[in-house]
């Protein structure tokens, strides 16, 4: 039995997007770390030892192909298991990241279900029945039912339907972004 859980590099430049996996990977009772591009990534894994790399496909700075590339070059880097995460889930994407030096691929958005499957196949997930959502009556209606303009209920099944969890990264995405349409545009469009 391992005493020390299994850690996970998040590579995501969408705060959101990162936020959402790190709630979803520490429920699984994971280690988390995170890197906002490629570049971060590389040095992130020279720097330290990791179980797994998650790594979105497009970022600034450095992309998850040239990330893995890089990281593939490294004589440690040799065992560690890299999944793709993108919207791109084509065939020919999938062969692009494999050629990359990935061994999974991960459709955006994320299925929880298909995240344990992937995970499962690099680590040993230990009393995982115990951390999938469970089935649960109809609960009251929240704050959350009036936020129409999202999908609540896709986010909430990703979060194990932890309201708290959403709120948090509701409330982040505000801090982050509230400012957003006072901001000058860079270019008009005509």
């Known amino acids: 039995m391992r005493s020390v859980p299994f850690s996970i590099l998040i590579v995501e430049d969408n705060v959101v997007n990162q936020q959402i996996m790190v709630e979803v990977l520490n429920a699984l009772h994971l280690h988390t770390d995170t890197a906002l591009n490629g570049k971060d990534a590389v040095r992130k894994v020279q720097e330290r030892q990791y179980d797994l790399v998650l790594i979105d496909i497009q970022m600034p700075e450095m992309d998850g192909y ?11 880097s040799v065992a560690l298991p890299i999944v793709a995460m993108t919207a791109y889930a084509l065939d020919q994407d999938k062969v692009r990241a494999f050629d990359a030096g990935m061994n999974n691929h991960l459709a955006k958005p994320i299925n929880e279900s298909e995240l344990v499957e992937v995970l499962s196949k690099y680590l040993i997930l ?11 009556p109809d609960s009251a209606p929240s704050f959350l039912d009036k936020l129409t303009f999202l999908d609540t209920e896709s986010v909430l ?6 309201e708290e969890t959403y709120h948090r990264i509701l409330v982040t995405t505000y801090e982050n972004h509230r400012h957003d349409m006072n901001r000058p545009k860079s270019s008009p469009i005509h």
Not at 66 to 76: G, I, L, P, Y
Not at 126 to 136: A, K, R, V, Y
Not at 157 to 162: I, Q
């Open 126 to 136: 230990e009393n995982i029945d115990e951390t999938l959502p469970q089935e649960s």
């Open 157 to 162: 099944g990703t979060l194990r339907n932890n």
């Open 66 to 76: 040239d990330a893995t590339r890089e990281v593939c070059k490294s004589q440690d």
